[in-house]
């Protein structure tokens, strides 16, 4: 896939957040098939660092990818540990400031940065910041959200052309998040004033589905609505299968989550021979089933190994469990992007 064509067609992304994808080597991460990846720009930023990483020549030649690769801006990691406490630090209206949990150093992400930063990790497609908070936040601040999202992109996008020289300089692409929370008006709102600035991508922002777990599908819906109807739509993260065919139908071509992987290393796997089409190989009734993972599946793990022999890989720790059921989960993936472009 070529980069002019990010997102005509569905795409799935695993998360690489710190130049890998937890227990694969790069060449067993496009032995799945996988084209296009997403990394963390604020852990980066932290380790190695800005500096380093320029030296080292980007991510993808450090981590030897040749593959599409696509930087979150650090929006949701701001609110996942700032906001909520985890780290030490503030956020205000020019971004956010906070400590290294590691070192105590003192970092500084704003528009500008943000764009220095995945500029720096030689990112193919550039996130704005924005300004991530919790799905059940009042109104006040769901419209200060926006609020800093809007601004927020605006002063990404004039940096990244002013200092780059923009996608016409640089040929990379650059994406904006859409917030509002669970506000439908807000995120009309939101979704109309980025399309009037511009973006070569819309990506939903907060939480695609409620504590319930069900998708958030007239918020979803709005951002679809109310934005450039030839510019890719990223849903970010969205994860189960279910829920990636439900959010296609709406026009959503892009997804990623941590659930694919995550899950894989704690040997909760993907299966078509399951009616939900989930396979907890950790449970005591596959300590002798010689069957595949999945049937139907043509990954390396299911050619050669059995649901006994990963049981067995959990059952003792053996790390080797946890890249045989990464690949088999992302193989998963990929065949059912493959499947939605084929329909």
Known sequence: MELKDFGKNFVFMPDATKGAVRALTTQQLKDTGTEAIVTNTLHLMINPGKENIEKLGGIKKFMNWDGILLTDSGGFQVFSLIHSKKWKGTVHDNGATFKSPTTGDLYELTPESSIDMQMAIDSDILVTLDDCRDAKLGRSDAEESVKRTIEWAKRCKKYFEDVYGGTKETGKLLSCVVQGANYLDLRKHCAEEL???????????????????????????????????????????????????????????????????????????????????????????????????????DCYTCKNFSRAYLHHMFRVNEMTGLTLATIHNLRYYQNLIDKLNKA
């Open 195 to 297: 399309s009037q600035i511009g973006f070569d991508g819309y990506n939903f922002g907060g939480f695609v589905v409620t504590e319930n777990g069900e998708l958030v599908l007239e918020e979803m819906r709005a951002v679809i609505e109310n934005t450039p109807s030839d510019k890719f739509k990223y849903a970010m993260g969205v994860g189960k299968p279910g829920d990636i065919r439900i959010v296609a139908g709406l026009g959503y071509r892009v997804f990623d989550t941590v659930l694919v992987t995550r899950n894989a290393r704690h040997g909760t796997l993907y299966s078509k021979d399951m009616d939900d089409e989930v396979l907890r190989v950790k449970n005591a009734e596959y300590l002798l089933d010689e069957r595949a993972i999945d049937s139907t599946c």
